[in-house]
């Protein structure tokens, strides 16, 4: 039992902080791609 307090604990917030990471790149990699698609129509209009 004292094995799983030891274990378990350290398991379920690393659980929660990776969730919670993941929605965070997701949000960054969702930024990204709109500030790319954005440089490139930026370019196109220069040609």
Same mark, same amino acid.
Request: charged share 25%.
């Given at each position: 039992? *004292?094995?799983?307090?030891?274990?378990?604990?350290?398991?379920?917030? @690393?659980?929660? =902080?990776?969730? &919670?990471? !993941?929605?965070? =790149?997701? @949000? =960054?990699? *969702? @930024?990204? %791609? !709109? =500030?790319?698609?954005?440089? *490139?129509?930026? %370019? &196109?209009?220069? !040609?």
């Amino acid at each position: 039992m *004292h094995a799983i307090n030891n274990v378990g604990f350290p398991i379920v917030v @690393s659980g929660y =902080l990776f969730f &919670r990471f !993941e929605k965070k =790149l997701s @949000s =960054l990699d *969702h @930024s990204i %791609q !709109e =500030l790319d698609a954005d440089f *490139h129509n930026t %370019q &196109r209009a220069k !040609e």
